[in-house]
């Protein structure tokens, strides 16, 4: 069975960076990150497939330039790091594994509020 959780939320200033991190166990294909901003559906950012490597981004963000997933298979952890942070990237963040019985499981979500 696949364990995910993340961390790494916070508050930030417009304009600045974070990194979130989610640590995965178990037989995990690949690790996605999705956020649902107040009042809105989860939406997906961000797919890190761990056997390869191989990324995609939703269209949205893709031409941003903002947003970069990365993996270190030593620790068992994918990063999403986002920089120059808007007002609008305001959101839980979620953790989403895949496992080679193409189950999917959920972390608890991080919290990531941009405000001056």
């Known amino acids: 069975q696949v364990h995910v959780a993340e961390s790494g939320g916070g508050l930030v200033q417009p304009g600045g960076s974070l990194t979130l991190s989610c640590v995965h166990s178990?037989?995990?294909?690949?690790v996605s990150w999705y956020r649902q901003a107040p009042g809105k559906e989860r939406d997906f950012v961000a797919r890190?497939?761990?056997?390869?490597?191989?990324?995609?981004?939703a269209r949205s963000i893709e031409g941003e330039g903002r947003f970069t997933i990365s993996r270190d298979n030593s620790k068992n952890t994918v990063y999403l790091q986002i920089n120059s942070l808007k007002p609008e990237d305001t959101a839980v963040y979620y953790c989403?594994?895949?496992?080679?019985?193409?189950?999917?499981?959920w972390g608890q979500g991080t919290q990531v509020t941009v405000s001056s």
């Open positions: 989403n594994a895949v496992d080679s019985c193409d189950y999917d499981y």
């Open positions: 178990g037989p995990t294909l690949s």
């Open positions: 890190q497939r761990i056997t390869d490597g191989d990324t995609s981004y």
